[in-house]
C-alpha cells in the first residue's frame, strides 16, 4: 500500500484533472467542479486523506461524490484511472505551456500539434529559432512575449503567495500560545513584513522549556513531518509542503530574537550601523552598551529600538526604505489598519464570473462589517466572462437598487468594472456609464502593447469624467504575469490631476499596486482605493492582504477614499 499522500499531493492531483480537461476541451461545468473542489481541500488544514478514510470528506463545501472516490482511489493505489488516462493523451509539459501568461489551453494544443511542442524548453527553442511565426497568429511578438513569460515562470519556483500560507501561519501560532509551557509566540520573516510571496514560515516562541514546545508542536496535525531538531530549533515540513522553522528562546530575548528573525536583512544591516554610532552593538539575543560591556536583554521588540534611540518601527517598514531616519525624526507614518476601510468598491456576482448572487455578495460584504459596496461587474467586451452590455447592465442596475432597499446595514452601489480597450476606447458608452454610482476603468487584453500606448489607453480613461478608478493599474499576476508597461509616475500624476482613484486590489495574487508603487503615488498625490475585487462572498476576508500591501506603501487612512462613511465618500468629484 502507498504512503498517505499529503494535501498537497491531493489537490495538484484536481489541479492536473482540470487542466488536462481544460487541454481536451471540456466544458466548464466539470471544470468548474474540480476547481471548487480544489479551492476547498487547499485551504484545508489538517490531513485530507484522514478525513477521506474517515469517511468525513463529503462534509467539505463543495466535495461530492464524484471526488470523494477519486479522493479514496488515490488513497488506496496512488493513481486515479481518469487521470491516467487524460495523461496517456496529453504530455505533461504542455500545462506548464498553457498557464504561461497569454497562452492557454488552445494555444498549447496547436503549438504540439502543428511544432511537436512537448515542453516549455522545446517552446523556448522554438522561440529562439523564430518557429513560431510561421504560424497563423504567431508573430515575431508572439515568440518575445513568450520567452518574457517563460523567463518570469522559472524566477517565481520555490517562492509561495503570502495570502494563502498566512492563514496556515496564524494557526500555529495560534496553537504555540495555547501550549502551557508557552509564553509569547510570533511568526516573523517576510511573511510578519507582508511581503507579498515568502519562501517559509518562521516561527518564535519564547519559553523556559524548549523541549516540550518542540515536542507539543511536532505533534500538531498540521505537520506532515520534521526534519531536525537542536536544543532550542526545529525544521518540519506541513502537509502543503511548506518548511517551517521554529525557534525558541528565554523569555527575557524574545524580543531580540523576534527583531533579528523578522528582517528584512537589509534593515538589520542599518539598524547595527546606526546603533553602532550610538555606541550599541545589536545581535540576536541582546544589545549591548559597548562603552560599559553591559548587554542588556528585551523581552520586546520595542524596548530593542528603545534602547538605541529610536521609535518602534513597524515590521511592514523594515525594508530600510527611510524608516530608521523617520523613527528618529518622529516622521514615520499613521498606518492604515483593517477596520479603517468602511466600503469596497469592486465587487463582482454571478451576472458575470463571479461565483455568486447579488445578495449573497451582499451578505458577504455586510457580514464582513462593511457599510457599503458598489458591483463592478465586467464589460461585455470580455465575452468569456459573460461581460455586461448596457442591457444587461441596465437589468441588474434594477435588481441592485431593488435588493438595497430590502436589505438594512449597507448601502449597495451600482458600478461597472469597464474594459479599457486595446485603442483606448471604453468598452461602454457615456450614456451607460453616466447612469452608475462608481465606474472602475481596468485592462484586460492587449498587456504587451508598447508604453506609450499603454499610458495613451491609461490617459483616455482616466480623463473619461465618469471614471473613478483604475483597477488593478499595472495588471501584475504574482508569479505569472508580469505588469503591463506602466509608467506609474505619469500614472500617478494623471490620478492626481483628473481625480480618479488608483486602486489596491486585494487578490492575494495581484496586490497590485504594490507598496512600494502606492508610497510613490501617494507622493504624487493621488488618492487610493482598496478594494477586494471579490469574486466569492469569502473572498472579502481578502481585504486584509490590500491593507497590508498598502502598510508596506507606508499608507495612511487619510489617503484612502473608502475609508470614508458613504456621505463623505458620495462628495468626491472628479477633478
Ligand atoms: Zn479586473
Ligand atoms: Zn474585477
Not at 35 to 51: G, H, N
Not at 149 to 172: C, D, H, M, N, W
Not at 191 to 208: G, H, M, Q, W
Not at 217 to 228: K, S, V, Y
Request: charged fraction near 25%.
Amino acid at each position: 500500500m502507498p504512503s498517505r499522500p499529503s494535501n498537497a499531493q491531493i489537490v495538484r492531483l484536481f489541479d492536473l484533472i482540470s487542466d488536462y480537461l481544460a487541454l481536451d476541451g471540456e466544458s466548464p461545468y466539470p471544470l468548474m467542479a474540480y476547481e471548487r473542489a480544489s479551492r476547498t481541500l487547499r485551504d484545508y488544514p489538517v490531513s485530507i486523506a484522514d478525513l477521506a478514510s474517515r469517511g468525513g470528506l463529503r462534509e467539505l463545501p463543495g466535495i461530492g461524490e464524484a471526488i470523494e472516490t477519486k479522493v479514496l482511489e488515490f488513497i488506496a493505489t496512488g493513481e486515479v484511472a481518469k487521470l491516467d488516462e487524460l495523461r496517456a493523451k496529453y504530455p505533461e509539459g504542455l500545462l506548464e505551456i498553457m498557464h504561461l501568461p497569454g497562452v492557454g489551453p488552445k494555444t498549447a494544443r496547436h503549438l504540439w500539434e502543428a511544432l511537436a511542442i512537448t515542453n516549455l524548453d522545446e517552446l523556448k527553442l522554438a522561440c529562439e529559432r523564430h518557429a513560431l511565426r510561421g504560424l497563423p497568429g504567431m508573430g515575431e511578438k508572439t515568440e518575445t512575449n513568450m520567452l518574457r513569460a517563460i523567463a518570469t515562470y522559472e524566477a517565481r519556483s520555490g517562492r509561495s503567495l503570502a495570502g494563502a500560507v498566512e492563514p496556515q501561519a496564524a494557526k500555529f501560532v495560534e496553537a504555540l500560545r495555547a501550549m502551557p509551557a508557552v509564553i509569547s509566540a510570533d511568526y516573523a520573516g517576510s511573511l510578519r513584513r507582508r511581503r507579498s510571496t515568502i519562501r517559509d514560515i518562521d516561527l518564535v516562541v519564547a519559553s523556559a522549556d524548549p523541549s516540550a514546545v518542540m515536542d507539543a508542536f511536532a505533534a500538531l496535525p498540521e505537520l506532515a513531518g520534521t526534519n531536525e531538531r537542536g536544543d532550542t530549533k526545529l525544521t518540519a515540513v506541513t502537509h502543503t509542503e511548506l518548511n517551517v522553522d521554529l525557534r525558541i528562546v528565554p523569555e527575557p530575548s524574545y524580543g531580540n530574537l523576534l527583531q533579528h528573525l523578522t528582517g528584512s536583512a537589509g534593515h538589520n544591516v542599518a539598524l547595527r550601523a546606526y546603533a553602532q554610532r550610538r555606541g550599541h552593538k545589536i545581535c540576536e539575543y541582546n544589545v549591548e552598551h559597548v562603552a560599559s560591556g553591559r548587554q542588556i536583554t528585551c523581552a520586546t521588540e520595542a524596548e530593542v529600538y528603545e534602547l538605541v534611540g529610536l521609535r518602534y518601527i513597524p515590521p511592514e517598514l523594515r525594508e530600510n526604505q527611510g524608516e530608521i531616519e523617520a523613527s528618529e525624526e518622529g516622521l514615520l507614518p499613521d498606518l492604515i489598519e483593517l477596520p479603517d476601510v468602511r466600503g469596497d468598491l469592486h465587487v463582482h456576482s454571478d451576472w458575470t464570473d463571479g461565483r455568486a448572487t447579488i445578495e449573497d455578495m451582499a451578505l458577504g460584504a455586510l457580514e464582513h462589517g462593511l457599510e457599503y459596496m458598489c458591483f463592478c461587474d465586467h464589460s461585455q467586451s470580455l465575452a468569456m466572462a459573460r461581460g455586461l452590455g448596457p442591457d444587461r447592465l441596465a437589468q441588474q442596475m434594477e435588481v441592485i437598487r431593488e435588493l438595497n432597499t430590502r436589505l438594512p446595514g449597507i448601502t449597495l452601489l451600482c458600478g461597472i468594472e469597464v474594459d479599457i480597450l486595446a485603442d483606448g476606447r471604453l468598452d461602454l458608452p457615456d450614456e451607460s456609464l453616466a447612469q452608475l454610482d462608481f465606474v472602475t476603468a481596468s485592462i484586460h487584453s492587449a498587456f504587451s502593447q508598447p508604453r506609450a500606448q499603454i499610458m495613451k489607453r491609461m490617459t483616455n480613461a482616466m480623463q473619461n469624467p465618469y471614471v473613478r478608478s483604475i483597477g488593478h493599474p499595472t495588471g501584475r499576476l504574482l508569479g505569472r504575469r508580469e505588469p503591463y508597461d506602466v509608467d506609474l509616475d505619469e500614472l500617478a500624476r494623471l490620478a492626481a490631476e483628473t481625480g480618479t482613484f488608483l486602486e489596491i486590489n486585494a487578490s492575494y495574487d495581484r496586490l497590485d499596486l504594490s507598496g512600494p508603487a502606492v508610497r510613490r503615488a501617494v507622493e504624487l498625490g493621488a488618492k487610493i482605493v482598496i478594494c477586494t475585487d471579490a469574486h466569492y462572498p469569502t473572498d472579502f476576508d481578502n481585504l486584509k492582504y490590500a491593507i497590508w500591501e498598502g502598510r508596506r506603501g507606508w499608507l495612511e487612512a487619510k489617503d484612502v477614499v473608502n475609508t470614508r462613511p458613504l456621505s463623505e465618500f458620495r462628495a468626491y468629484r472628479k477633478a
